[in-house]
Nanobody, 126 residues
């Protein structure tokens, strides 16, 4: 049974930092590209960042580029998202997801990801 469990969310002031982590089990972690997505109230789920199977390639949404950093540890089956200079508009539920992606290109569309965590709330107060 595949499980993705996010942690590290919380309440932070604008300009602050948070580090999200996602622990994966029940899958061959190194075979999956991993992504972080977020969903704000009343909005569609959107990609934040993604990282390839071996961490040679990353993708960032324009809204977070330069502020967020995605990383993974294949030995520990974890993927992390370091979020700096947080803004009120970063407030959302953040999800990690796994994509058994046979291609070298990172994918950003929600339906293409195979497994999802339950999400962790990030609230940024202005």
């Amino acid at each position: 049974q595949v499980q993705l469990v996010e942690s590290g969310g919380g309440l932070v002031q604008a300009g602050g930092s948070l580090r999200l982590s996602c622990a994966a089990s029940g899958l061959t972690f190194s075979s999956y590209a991993m992504g972080w997505f977020r969903q704000a109230p009343g909005k569609e789920r959107e990609v934040v960042a993604a990282i390839s199977r071996n961490p040679l390639k990353t993708y960032y949404a324009a809204a977070v580029k330069g502020r967020f950093t995605i990383s993974r540890d294949n030995a520990r089956n974890t993927v992390s998202l370091q979020m700096n200079s947080l803004k009120a508009e970063d407030t959302a539920v953040y999800y990690c997801a796994a994509d058994l992606n046979p291609t070298i290109e990172l994918r950003t569309r929600v339906p293409l990801y195979d497994y999802w965590g339950q999400g962790t709330q990030v609230t940024v107060s202005s």
